[in-house]
């Protein structure tokens, strides 16, 4: 009974977002208050419902509730509790219904924190959102139905959560990109919201850039905990693939950056506007697009949704209208958004304007790397093209490099028009530093002198340097000014600071890595990174659902030792068989040991990694992440929340903006 109220309450809210789209969207164009209040009040039940279908598929999963299929097919009676709660969303039906939960989440936050905004504009901001929200809850309850029964015979037990999701990656993962994911829906509907209405001002750029920063720093640290889970889960000791899910992820991420580099500009300026308009359309595009990648079937992933391509096409369908209307829309606005602003070749605008071409540049060689192979595939009615690593890292890499150098000038460049000479002196002497620094750190690190991790740092320290410099000159020089700079300016700070956190990580791993597969014996040893492994032997244990044996090393060097258990795990339901690393982890270097078979008595097969600085990778991520919820906590938005006054004419630092 609770799944068919489940999947009642989801019709309910299909109902109640429909009304909200056509009262918000009709009392916007009518001006009529009743109306907009109506639809604004719509909000809150479509929340309460696709929140009451969520909780009624928890139920089944916590309940064993076989007879419905979803339950049956991804959870199990051993399935500790949990990986109960968070299979709800380990596979297609449930994960996409979490994905229509925090889209009714987001819906509703904006409604109650944008009671500031004029009813028009505000109305037309939660009628797009409600569009969204008919088209999810349709792809649910036509292709996707989660709470579909198995009738009359039921199975007495489950068959099992996918092993490589029986991992607490799965709870916190999924939920945080997928909010990131949605929340972009928030800018794309004050965009579009702004298009119709005709008013293209500074305004709607304030309005939408708190929003914005949320949903990128939940992106962020969704894709951050991603990678750290691939890390330490898959057994392989990679934390980036340039795999195809991956950069679903990743595409919408640099656009997001873009977007929020342009929505500065906008709110301050004045200018960028046209870009704002159509990163904004973009970023929610590719947001959907992968949603469409993991969905689909068309793409080959570990971490994709293996199911039919109906599915996919539904999605696909949905994403060619959103995606299709916005242009249409853009493109009939387009006389009402040209910039009237001007600035200098040498200024701030330009370094930004520079900052979201490179940006777009790196979207660009994702997405041909991504999509090329469908692409040949179809033209050539079945050949196969594989895009590999290379293609990633020699084409990226040089763009990320030229963006990390203009990210250190851009912000110590003044509006409008900045000298030469201004720059020069501002950063000469730091540019010589940094050069210094970037060329001699690598001699501190073992093995071979590279000049890639010598050009990394040297571009790290710069960009570090530079930030420092600019925040000590806007203290005054006194520890005691530091306080008076802005929430805003600290998250910037701190998230280019990240950046350059991760450059460190991702370049020195990348490079000085060691890694070798061996068979060990027990009692025997292998030397790597300046360490020792004895391997022990193995013995059995056992888990909640699983049996494994177990290896024991012991690791000596560096003035200690410590000992390492990774484990070859079955688990009793599916009769899967999974490696789990043992990792002994540390802010300058992961020693990481994975089990593989055995080959003969007493002797088992073995992958060591030495990984220096890897953790710099995921530790540079949630900086970049808190600069982003940083910014959002600045005064001026409360301020704005607390008078309803106009952000076209609000003042920053004295002066009007």
Not at 200 to 205: E, G, I, Q
Request: proline share 3%; aromatic share 14%.
């Amino acid at each position: 009974m609770i799944p068919e109220l489940g999947h009642f309450c989801l019709i309910i809210a299909l109902s109640i977002s429909v009304v909200q789209c056509l009262t918000s969207f009709t009392g916007a164009y009518r001006n009529d208050a009743i109306l907009m209040r109506v639809g604004s009040s719509m909000v809150a039940g479509q929340f309460v419902f696709v929140l009451l279908g969520f909780a009624a598929l928890v139920y089944a999963f916590v309940n064993s509730d076989f007879s419905v299929a979803y339950v049956a097919r991804n959870s199990n009676t051993l399935l500790p509790m949990q990986f109960k709660v968070s299979a709800v969303w380990g596979a297609h039906e449930g994960s996409f219904l979490l994905w229509t939960l925090i889209m009714s989440a987001w819906t509703l936050a904006v409604a109650v924190f944008s009671r500031h905004l004029p009813g028009d504009v505000r109305a037309r901001v939660l009628g797009v959102m409600g569009v969204l929200s008919v088209g999810f809850l349709l792809f649910l309850l036509v292709t996707s139905n989660p709470f579909e029964r198995i009738v009359p015979f039921a199975p007495d037990n489950g068959a099992d959560l996918n092993p490589l999701l029986q991992d607490f990656g799965l709870i916190v993962h999924p939920p945080l990109l997928y909010t990131g994911y949605v929340g972009f829906s928030v800018a794309f509907a004050f965009a579009i919201a702004a298009l119709l209405s005709g008013k293209l001002d500074a305004s709607w750029a304030r309005w939408s850039r708190p929003w914005t920063n949320l949903a990128w720093a939940f992106l962020t640290v969704g894709i951050t905990l991603g990678s750290w889970w691939a890390y330490y889960e898959l057994g392989w000791g990679g934390w980036w693939f340039w795999d195809p899910v991956e950069n679903a992820s990743f595409m919408p991420w640099l656009a997001g950056t873009a977007l929020i580099h342009s929505l500065a500009v906008t709110e301050k300026r004045g200018t960028f506007k046209s870009w704002t308009v159509l990163l904004a359309i973009t970023t929610f595009s590719l947001s959907l697009l992968g949603a469409f990648i993991v969905r689909s079937g068309i793409l080959t992933s570990v971490h994709a949704f293996a199911v039919d391509p109906e599915r996919g096409l539904f999605i696909l369908g949905f994403f060619v209208l959103v995606v299709g209307s916005s242009l249409v829309l853009y493109a009939m606005r387009v006389p009402l958004i040209r910039s009237r602003v001007n600035f200098s070749g040498l200024s701030r605008e330009t370094f930004l304007l520079t900052n979201n071409l490179l940006l777009i540049v790196a979207l660009s060689i994702v997405f041909v790397g991504t999509f090329y192979p469908l692409a040949y595939e179809a033209a050539t009615g079945g050949g196969k093209i594989s895009v590999g690593v290379p293609y990633f890292n020699s084409l990226f890499i040089p763009v990320m490099a030229v963006l990390t150098f203009a990210l250190g000038v851009g912000h110590t460049a003044r509006w409008k028009k900045t000298g030469t000479a201004f720059l020069v002196k501002k950063l000469g002497f730091v540019l010589l530093v940094s050069f210094g620094l970037g060329v001699v750190l690598p001699l501190l690190l073992d093995g071979v002198y590279r000049w890639e991790v010598a050009l990394a740092l040297v571009l790290a320290v710069w960009v570090a340097a530079t930030h420092l410099k600019d925040l000590w000159f806007r203290a005054g020089g006194s520890l005691s000014g530091l306080a008076r700079i802005s929430a805003g300016y600290y998250g910037m700070l701190i998230a280019h600071l990240g950046f350059a956190v991760v450059l460190v990580g991702v370049c020195i791993t990348s490079h000085y890595s060691l890694e070798r597969d061996v068979r060990l014996g027990f009692g025997e040893s292998l030397e790597l990174g300046g360490l020792n492994f004895t391997f022990q032997g193995v013995a059995n244990t056992q888990g909640d659902n699983y049996s494994a044996t177990r290896g024991s090393l012991l690791v000596s060097g560096d003035g200690s030792s410590y000992w390492l258990y990774p484990e070859k795990r079955k688990y009793l339901s599916s009769n899967q068989v999974m490696s789990e690393a043992a990792i002994n982890a540390g802010l300058f270097k992961d020693v990481y040991v994975s089990l593989g078979e055995p080959v003969a008595d007493n002797t088992w097969t073995l992958r060591v990694h030495y990984k220096p600085f890897v953790r710099w990778t995921w530790l540079g991520g949630l900086f970049m992440a808190l600069g982003g919820v940083l910014a959002i906590a600045d005064k001026r938005y409360r301020r704005l929340r607390q008078t309803g006054r106009n952000p076209a004419t609000a003042t920053l630092g004295g002066a009007t903006v």
